[in-house]
T-cell receptor, first 117, second 110 residues
């Protein structure tokens, strides 16, 4: 139980294009989902927190107009990187927190590696 | 969230117990201690969490000191597949964000 999936697992795009990443909780309903970013040899950095049906809360320094987050259902959240640039190349990881087993635990997806050329 | 301090790296022998320490001296009464690990190029994997009492599951044991200022994650029989970065995080439950520090890079050697 408590499985979180992400799609795609990796993506290469041209500079200036937009990329959408999906995060799904497969066997539980996620009241809260989180989006993290990880650069090489660094730790995970939280980008934003989203609750189903409401606007996401972004961390300081994260541009909400560039990183669009939608949490339209209890099992799906999407992150859209708009007008991607090479500096947006990173490992994007989502996590979901719900009521599977324990509502105290966040479960992470496998991550999406984005390369912007 | 309370800050946690972990050694940057440690080696352990395959088949032996691995004891990973974590200091969280400013932890508040309603903050849990969570442990996750991240194997190279994957998302973090939940291991275990606890509030006051020691906890054990199929992956590991968590020993929390009585004053809650430190804890130890124990992998009872380390295997090569346990090589990963282990993160100790103090956080309130139910929807609170997790703040990842540098973690401990554990290398299990044959």
């Amino acid at each position: 139980g408590a499985v979180v999936s992400q799609h795609p697992s990796w993506v290469i795009c041209k500079s200036g294009t937009s990329v959408k990443i999906e995060c799904r909780s497969l066997d539980f309903q996620a009241t809260t989902m989180f989006w993290y970013r990880q650069f090489p040899k660094q730790s995970l950095m939280l980008m934003a927190t989203s609750n189903e049906g409401s606007k996401a809360t972004y961390e300081q320094g994260v541009e909400k107009d560039k990183f669009l987050i939608n949490h339209a259902s209890l099992t799906l959240s999407t992150l859209t990187v708009t007008s991607a640039h090479p500096e947006d190349s990173s490992f994007y990881i989502c996590s979901a927190q719900g009521t599977s087993g324990s509502e105290e635990t966040q479960y992470f997806g496998p991550g999406t590696r984005l390369l912007v050329l | 969230d309370a800050k946690t301090t972990q050694p940057p790296s440690m080696d352990c022998a395959e088949g032996r117990a691995a004891n990973l320490p974590c200091n969280h001296s400013t932890i508040s009464g309603n903050e849990y201690v969570y442990w996750y690990r991240q194997i190279h190029s994957q998302g973090p994997q939940y291991i275990i969490h606890g509030l006051k009492n020691n906890e054990t599951n199929e992956m590991a044991s968590l020993i929390i000191t009585e004053d809650r200022k430190s804890s130890t994650l124990i992998l009872p029989h380390a295997t090569l597949r346990d090589t990963a970065v282990y993160y100790c995080i103090a956080s309130k439950a139910a929807g609170n964000k997790l703040t990842f520090g540098g973690g401990t890079r554990v290398l299990v050697k044959p």
